[in-house]
């Protein structure tokens, strides 16, 4: 199935990896960061309904070595990326974004 990350998501991966690359410019966490994000994409769109419902309508799974969580939407066709959200931000931050 298509995975389409929403901008906001764009925005909290970019965010991310720009935080890892300057924490830590040696060792890429960046690009590892992103690497596993995109795995994690993959098989979401090979599997969307195999993580746990978020709230209705919206699932979540989480990274593996960094502390974030890929929130998504099943749509007919495509899987929508809603966020990648850090554990320790607001809850539900993403809900207010259009």
């Known amino acids: 199935m298509r995975v389409r990350f929403m901008p906001g998501a764009l925005a909290d991966a970019d965010h991310a990896a720009d935080w890892y690359a300057d924490a830590e410019p040696d060792k890429e966490l960046d690009r590892q960061f992103l690497a596993e994000l995109r795995r994690v994409a ?3 769109g090979e599997r969307p309904q195999a993580w746990a419902e978020l709230e209705p309508g919206v699932r979540r ?4 070595r960094f502390p974030y969580s890929v929130i998504y ?6 899987v929508l990326i809603l966020a990648v959200a850090h ?3 607001r809850a539900r931050y993403w809900r207010e974004r259009e």
């Open 42 to 44: 993959q098989l979401i």
């Open 61 to 64: 799974t989480v990274l593996r």
């Open 73 to 78: 939407a099943v749509e007919p066709g495509e």
């Open 87 to 89: 554990h320790r931000r």
